[in-house]
């Protein structure tokens, strides 16, 4: 039994889609499609920079999309093999969850990428420049890391578990002050590393309630379907088809901790022992550490999705 996976941010790079699109028109019908939703050219932008402005968040995230649905396809369209019948569940870390919906046809391509971009809009507007920030605490477990993170917000301040990631893998989002203390505690607390993130805003805490109340009204008028495998949701690290919860949990997603690991572990209790992550190689090494048993396998280039193709 198989899962679907899509990466989150962070997995761009100058050039991605490329390959696929010269190899492959099902690919290049994507990038178009991305491209006339949006307005944008954001496929000249994800082929050839420049680099700064690929990594804009309302730009990195409906690109990131753009290349998971564009390997999908290929594998659908010219390997003749479909989601539907390989996969038992889908998920996606953060943005990757909007990137699963459209793969199990519960979003169409262009919704897709105009509620990424909306999203992205949002999330960078939420909080001003240098207030916020996020930092990797790397060797502890989940619990020590909220802990430190509610002793090290002050009045006032936010401080909180963004992403569990991975065993001993736990991002912290909020005050950029608040941060630098939680790194400060997890070192006198045991963390092999404390390392702050590149990241234009501080993700997954209770400052991006202004994105979260943008995408409330951007996914009441989204068309979403009920998906034909259901989503493993970050925020619950449970499976969920109904289209009106998919969208109560988008909304609280923004705000909420990325549950990773606990929906891998989920995943790997309803049967899944294999991952295909489409679109990147970022969440098989995560895996690897929460389930190292089960089968990873990953695909972002024609050279990738031809091997996975002959292993389905």
């Known amino acids: 039994m198989r899962a679907f996976i899509f990466p989150g941010q962070g997995s761009q790079a100058v050039g991605m889609g490329r390959g696929l699109a010269e190899a492959s028109p099902a690919a290049r019908a994507v ?3 991305v491209d006339e939703a949006l307005g944008q050219h954001l496929s000249k932008l994800m082929w050839e920079g420049p680099e700064a402005e690929l990594t804009l968040t309302a730009n990195a995230q409906p690109a990131i999309m753009a290349v998971s649905i564009a390997a999908l396809r290929v594998l659908e369209s010219e ?66 890391v909220a802990e430190i993170a509610a002793e090290a917000a002050e009045p006032g301040e936010v401080c909180a578990a963004a992403n569990d990631n991975a065993p001993g893998q736990v991002v912290v989002s909020g005050h950029a002050a608040a941060v630098a203390r939680a790194m400060a505690i997890a070192r006198t607390r045991g963390a092999r590393h404390a390392v702050l993130l590149p990241v234009s805003a501080p993700f997954h805490c ?50 909420g901790t990325v549950r990773w690991r606990e929906s891998v572990l989920a995943m790997a209790d309803l049967g899944v022992t ?11 090494p995560m895996i690897k550490r929460i389930t190292p048993d089960a089968k990873n396998q990953s695909a972002a280039d024609m050279p990738g999705i031809e091997a996975l193709a002959k292993d389905l």
């Open 206 to 255: 209770s400052l991006m309630q202004p994105a979260a109340d943008a995408m409330a009204k951007a996914l009441e008028g989204a068309p979403l379907q009920r998906p034909f495998v259901p989503l493993i949701a970050n925020v619950t690290a449970a499976a969920v088809t109904d289209p009106g919860e998919i969208r109560r949990l988008l909304v609280e997603q923004v705000t």
């Open 79 to 144: 390997m003749g093999l479909r989601l539907s019948d390989k996969a038992a569940f889908v998920a996606g870390h953060s943005l990757g969850e909007y990137t699963a919906l459209a793969a199990a046809g519960s979003l169409g391509i262009a919704d897709t990428a105009r509620l990424l971009r909306r999203r992205g809009d949002a999330m960078q507007a939420a909080v001003a420049p240098g207030i916020g920030a996020m930092a990797a605490l790397l060797g502890l477990g989940f619990d020590a």
């Open 274 to 284: 294999g991952f295909v992550e489409l679109g990147g190689k970022v969440l098989g």
């Open 31 to 33: 990038f178009e499609e």
